[in-house]
């Protein structure tokens, strides 16, 4: 089985920076792409980021293009998330998964608030 532990969230101020990670235990997931994902209060998860097994493509939801990069190392079983030019509207909790994800290894996610 695959667990997956996402960190790096906190408070930052509109235009700051984070970087988020995600730590696979385990089974190794090399094989798959990955993605992080966000929920808002109220809302569905949303998309946000991925990136193919090799690291050789990404994908990013429109709201995040051109502010946030996915990256991975797949010696060390870790997916990161830079995230640049924060806005109020990132403020959710952000998973890492699979994608497409398997529901069976969400963790608990990583809180990040943006403040005006």
């Known amino acids: 089985q695959v667990q997956l532990v996402e960190s790096g969230g906190g408070l930052v101020q509109t235009g700051g920076s984070l970087r988020l990670s995600c730590a696979a235990s385990?089974?190794?997931?090399?094989?798959?792409?990955m993605g992080w994902f966000r929920q808002a209060p109220g809302k569905e998860r949303e998309f946000v980021a991925g990136?193919?097994?090799?690291?050789?493509?990404?994908y990013y939801g429109d709201s995040v293009k051109g502010r946030f990069t996915i990256f991975r190392d797949r010696a060390g079983n870790m997916v990161y998330l830079q995230m640049n030019s924060l806005k109020p509207e990132d403020t959710a909790v952000y998973y890492c998964n699979t994608d497409p994800p398997v529901k069976d290894n969400w963790g608990q996610g990583t809180q990040v608030t943006v403040s005006s």
């Open positions: 990136i193919s097994w090799s690291g050789g493509r990404t």
């Open positions: 385990g089974r190794t997931f090399s094989n798959n792409a």
